[in-house]
């Protein structure tokens, strides 16, 4: 790579820039951000690119990649698109499990139909390792990491298939703390050979289906079932079955269900032996339970939310309110209708729980 | 002076507003101050969502045609979102609608009359909406600024008056297929879709 390479880098990072100079986020750490990557930019447009060596045109190219993949992020985060409600959830979710508020959830939007799914390219070695060279070269600092989460466009109100965000954030907690790579180095310790008829792909599937595993349960202690019926709903069972990447669908349910009901779960015991002598909370129910039958929802008006245990449930609420929907309250709605007025009061319940608390706070 | 209060139909005056509320069967959340409760009025707030109507290519809006020929009504709006307590811009003519900040319900024998607190209503803001007996969502609100000046207001604010009505007999809000359902933003315009236009474009034609 020469350092071509960085001058139309540049030159796309520029017209980002001249793009997003008038996004209004909403909170001021976006913008701090924001901030801090155009000052990177401009220390970066300074230099004398041709005077790099082969190592420092590869690192640069590499801090440019970092400031457009964080503009691609906050441009889809500006208050008029971020998907408000529901990283608010996310972010209190997130406080149970890291004490740094350095951190700063974004969501990037996607035109595929059911893309769900956490950036992993820039994980806290990049982050502590780009930031140790910037502050050497430039004097600059990063301060906040970006949490990245993308979800279908389509999908971004949709607050019952969109609960799978947990699942997300579930993945970033796991890869921040190698939860499951913990778990593998137990079972296969480097300096034991691996038993015969097992093969690194083996090891390497089994790792990638305890990651799946932990965004699964760390999902469940807020949402409940809701990732389990949204995955009913994506999955064919005649094409059911482990892939390289993630377990069935049915082991999948049964792990979540298992552990909703407080059944013994090895895995689970797996993950909180590992999470406890990391000073890291332990997996378990985090949610309240919002009864249905009695809830606000009944009456077309928003639930009432007094903790985050509440507000976690809400999505639970809205799947058992959607499943019984053609004999319940709803029924006389039009199928459409229905799940519209279902996404409606869920939104305005979170709405409603974050605004108060705010105003209370002020 | 006092209070005005009636049994069967009128003026909902602030001892039976607080009991009705107070029993949920007039709902109004989030309310954060209870001084928004007047003697003959609950002040309502702006919302966090706008919509801001915009000039593109087409010379008109069409209310008569909701096929794909035409741009949809939604399609001359932009959609816009505030912070509470952030302000936006109102510009000399234009049109925005915004939902209260409140979500309501309402009895089916109350209606609501919303205009503007008389602070606002001097500055050359117009708003009148009616909300029917049974209505639950964020009341829509068409705000027009007919002054020669840009006004400038804040998501949050307690721009609203709305006057609570009673009437002799229920009204099933739900007994008619309705447009708008327990909306939480503002919805733009949904009058292409009356189903009496295929009727009267019929019979222009016939």
């Not at chain 1, 996310?90 to 950036?119: C, G, M, P, Q, R």
Request: aromatic share 10%; glycine share 4%.
């Amino acid at each position: 790579m020469d350092y071509s390479a960085i001058q139309l880098q540049l030159r796309q990072v520029d017209e980002a820039f001249s793009r997003s100079r008038i996004n209004v986020y909403s909170d001021t750490k976006k913008k701090c951000h924001f901030n801090e990557l155009h000052s990177l930019f401009v220390e970066i447009s300074k230099i004398e690119l041709s005077a790099l060596s082969p190592g420092d045109v590869e690192i640069h190219y590499n801090l440019l990649s970092f400031v457009l993949n964080g503009l691609e992020y906050l441009d889809n985060s500006t208050l008029n698109v971020i998907p408000y409600e529901l990283v608010s959830c996310l972010e209190l979710a997130l406080n149970d499990w890291i004490d740094d508020d350095n951190f700063i959830i974004v969501t990037s939007l996607s035109n595929k139909h059911i893309e769900y799914l956490l950036s992993t390219n820039f994980n806290s070695e990049t982050f502590l390792s780009t930031n140790r060279y910037i502050q050497g070269k430039y004097n600059l600092k990063i301060t906040n990491r970006l949490i990245r989460i993308t979800l279908p466009k389509s999908l971004s109100r949709d607050y019952l298939s969109s609960a799978v965000l947990y699942h997300e954030l579930g993945h970033f907690i796991d890869l921040e703390y190698n939860i499951s790579q913990k778990i593998l180095l137990k079972k296969y310790p480097p300096h034991i050979p691996i038993p015969i008829g097992v093969l690194p792909s083996d090891i390497n599937k089994e790792y990638r289906h305890t990651l799946e595993f932990f965004a699964d349960l760390f999902a469940a202690q807020y949402v409940n079932q809701s990732t389990n019926f949204f995955l009913q709903r994506i999955t064919t069972p005649s094409r059911d079955g482990d892939s390289e990447t993630h377990p069935s669908t049915a082991k999948r349910l049964q792990i979540v269900n298992d552990f909703i009901d407080g059944k013994p779960l090895e895995i689970l015991d797996e993950f909180n032996h590992v999470l406890s002598p990391s000073s890291l909370p332990a997996l378990k129910v985090r949610h309240s339970n919002l009864d249905p039958k009695i809830s606000d929802f009944k009456n077309l008006t928003p639930q009432k939310l007094k903790t985050p245990q509440e507000l976690h449930a809400i999505f639970k609420l809205a799947w058992d309110v959607w499943i019984d929907s053609e004999t319940n309250f709803l029924k006389d709605f039009e199928e459409k209708e229905r799940y519209h007025i279902i996404n409606n009061l869920v939104e305005k319940s979170i709405s409603n729980y974050t605004i108060q608390e705010k105003w209370n706070k002020a | 002076m006092s209070e005005i209060t009636t049994k069967d139909s009128g003026l909902i005056a602030k001892s039976e507003l607080l009991d009705l509320i107070q029993k949920e069967e007039l709902y109004i959340s989030p309310l954060l101050d209870v001084t928004q409760i007047g003697a003959i009025s609950v002040d309502l707030r702006v919302g966090t969502d706008f919509l801001a109507s915009k000039q593109g290519r087409d010379e008109y809006i069409d209310t008569t045609n909701n096929d794909t020929s035409t741009r949809p009504i939604k399609g001359h709006f932009s959609e816009s979102r505030r912070r509470l307590g952030e302000s936006f811009l109102l510009h000399s003519g234009q049109v925005i609608l915004f939902s209260t900040l409140e979500y309501l319900k309402l009895p089916e024998n109350v209606y609501a009359d919303l205009s503007l607190r008389s602070s606002y209503s001097r500055i050359g803001l117009n708003l009148s909406t009616l909300i029917q007996p049974g209505y639950c969502g964020c009341a829509s609100i068409e705000l027009v600024n007919s002054s020669n000046t840009t006004i400038k207001i804040l998501s949050g604010a307690r721009l609203i008056q709305a006057r609570f009505y009673k009437i002799p007999d229920n009204q099933e809000y739900f007994g008619k297929k309705r447009k708008y359902n327990c909306q939480v933003r503002p919805v733009s315009s949904k009058a292409n879709e009356d189903n009496d236009l295929t009727k009267l474009i019929r019979l222009n034609n016939s």
